[in-house]
């Protein structure tokens, strides 16, 4: 049985950009290592959850993981609040949520004025009502996760963003009679959450200065978080993951993988590539799995920054060196989670180049790791074939029939 | 319309052999008319089941036949008993059997010393107990199958195989309330057998030789056999099937298929390659769709032989010959079940090569039939989509809307 290194460029798949003569950023790049692991296995296009889908990060790395996200992704808001760096349990009820400013009983900007930092009004909005406690915690700008934990919660509630301005603020309302609890105590939470907000000293400071106050909380993309089976239950395999984007982290966390922290690692381009490398490297000792996300090349495309993009390829390829010498006992994986092209800006349904790179398997014919060279490959598949590919490469699978 | 010969070499696919200066079996082979159909149509790999699913030969030839093997595959019991040899009909209770060596009342061998011929000990279990018929077959060395067929019969009763040296025979037990009749009839059945088995002259003779005997008969991988709705139903066909392989006549027979008998036929690697071709082309008179399975490519990566698999494979290519003048009227596909790489030596998840070969339809790229060069194909496809091509290029289909 061989361990695995599954590598995943967040974002990796790209479109011909003018400022790189027309290549994608992988096409560009340097990457003698990438193109060497590439030509010591098999390579081809995926599309992540299915042919032409915009897959999220979220819906992406549930499939690539091998959790269906029709069954697991059960809404916006328990990912949201992943993502912020919350630990969710599965009955969690959570919710991506906006700061908005209301004037005159009247909604004036769903955004606050794009406030900067919501730290302290969330931390204030913290509570318990009625046996059920809300965690509240801040994202990026006016945006925020609020998650409910507590017994008998539903989520068939009715949002209370009303999505346009010149709206009075909106109560919850019940989808479903078992949901007349919840819808109860969010309007609780809700009408609390108000008093604080016009009284708090922050708001009181940027009606002085003559901006905008943050003085309503509005809940959307309800959803509750599910019980998804062990990666190990699964697999049979110990798993750790090495990222540092909270997202990436909180949906490792709840497959049960091992979270490892490393020095200098962040979700950023800037984050120690090398540091990271060497701890998967250390971690094979221990980890049957070792799941890697660098998040720059998705930063890069989100931001279209073709030559950006490119540099943070190059630092992935630079520190992956050692990795071509572990082909006898390892099976290394790269892949992307999505395509975030930079000519667009945005995630895009476009399949992304994988490899599958180790000893004494076919070799394809591609002997280059990007996008046009991949496509004469071995495989055209979508993210849920990645798991059964890998236990059958590493020898781990169990036979299907006899 | 045109017919069809569909020849399947069983566990077909392989990886680089040093042994073959790093080629497959398939690559090194000469294989001039596998060549010629291939270039003579479209090509591509095909996943037996699913990508990277390590497929048995059952599951496999079920799901290219067109028999979704989640929906028919109900256990290896019911499929180890046709690999014996034995008919099975709808609503059949089928185990896998072990014979094993109690001293007492303990197990001392789950494998009876790997004893090499149990016939006469499983004709001497063969009895009716309750209006249940019991039908017994020995397999290789210790193994058998055992059939339970009556009325009022359930699979959910528990095996009674502790898996483990030391312990106690076991008695099976019902699953479920309606399974309380068939657990009482397998209970009555093995304390019958442990009194025969007890007192049989071959058990006499091993211990008077100083060897385990085989008194337990233990029981697992129960299925009930289910309907199969005939293969001339979905297809309008009339199908034969030729191989000298138990397990696939077997489920040829159970789609209905007409199981040929031909000369010198085995499911050896000397099996008569000549006369299984000419009786393929003399049964267009009769059928429409001719299934052969060739077994020695797979018997060859079991043993790990790849001078043996390249040699099986060329004993095909050189009867195929004729096949190369029926192009105007057959379709001929040629295929694996699944790979048997013999650096392996068992199943892979590895997907397979695949040609499609008749007059009129696009000719690929490919020229040449090997893992390599048909992943330039046409295809990437699992084995469901074999039928649904077969009945496109053969004229057969019926179209979908209007």
């Known amino acids: 049985m061989k361990k695995i290194i599954l590598i995943i460029m ?72 992943l993502g912020v760096g919350l630990e969710l349990k599965p009955g969690d009820i959570a919710f991506r949520a906006n700061y908005a400013s209301i004037i005159d009983g009247k909604i004036v900007d769903r955004r606050a004025g794009r406030i ?23 994202g990026v700008e006016h945006r925020a996760a609020v998650v409910m934990r507590g017994p008998n919660l539903s989520d068939k509630v009715s949002e209370t963003d009303p999505h346009s301005v010149d709206s009075s603020p909106m109560d919850t309302e019940p989808l479903a009679p078992e949901a007349n609890f919840t819808s109860a105590v969010i309007n609780k939470f809700l009408e609390r959450s108000r008093k604080i907000l016009a009284s708090h000293p922050l ?21 509750k978080m599910p019980a998804i089976p062990s990666f190990h239950e699964k697999y049979g395999m110990k798993a750790a ?18 979270v490892l922290s490393v020095e200098g690692m962040n979700g950023r381009v800037d984050t120690n590539y090398e540091n990271i490398i060497s701890s998967a490297i250390k971690s094979l000792e221990k980890y049957d799995f070792i799941l890697i996300n660098f998040k720059g090349t998705d930063i890069a495309g989100h931001d279209r920054k073709p030559r950006l993009k490119k540099q943070v390829i190059e630092s992935v390829d630079s520190v ?5 010498k572990l082909l006898q006992d390892t099976l290394i994986v790269v892949t992307g989670d999505h395509s975030t092209p930079c000519s667009f800006g945005d ?24 996008e046009l060279s991949v ?16 236990m059958s490469y590493s020898d781990r699978s169990e036979k299907y029939g006899a």
């Open 320 to 324: 992956i060196a050692p990795l071509l």
């Open 10 to 81: 967040d974002g990796l798949g790209d479109r011909p950009n003018k400022e790189l003569d027309g290549l994608t950023a992988l096409q560009a790049a340097n990457r003698p290592n990438l193109n060497y692991l590439s030509s010591h296995g098999t390579t081809g296009l995926m599309s992540p959850v299915a042919s032409g889908i915009r897959a999220g990060s979220d819906t992406s790395h549930l499939s690539i993981l091998g959790y269906d996200p029709n069954k697991y992704y059960t809404g916006r808001g328990p990912f949201e609040a």
């Open 375 to 390: 496509s004469d490959g071995y495989y055209k598949i979508t993210s849920e074939d990645i798991m059964p590919i890998i």
């Open 203 to 223: 708001n009181r400071k940027l009606i002085s200065e003559g901006k905008l106050p943050a003085n309503e909380i509005m809940l959307r993309g309800v959803g």
């Open 347 to 370: 995630h895009t349904g476009d399949p992304v180049p994988i490899m599958f790179a180790t000893d004494g398997i076919i070799n394809d014919n591609v002997r280059s790791f990007d």
């Open 241 to 258: 993951c090495i990222s540092g984007t909270p997202l990436i982290r909180g949906i490792a966390g709840l497959a049960g993988f091992d």
């Open 116 to 138: 900067q930092n919501t730290a302290e009004l969330s931390s204030a909005l913290e509570t318990e009502i009625d046996g059920v406690k809300f965690i509240v915690k801040s």
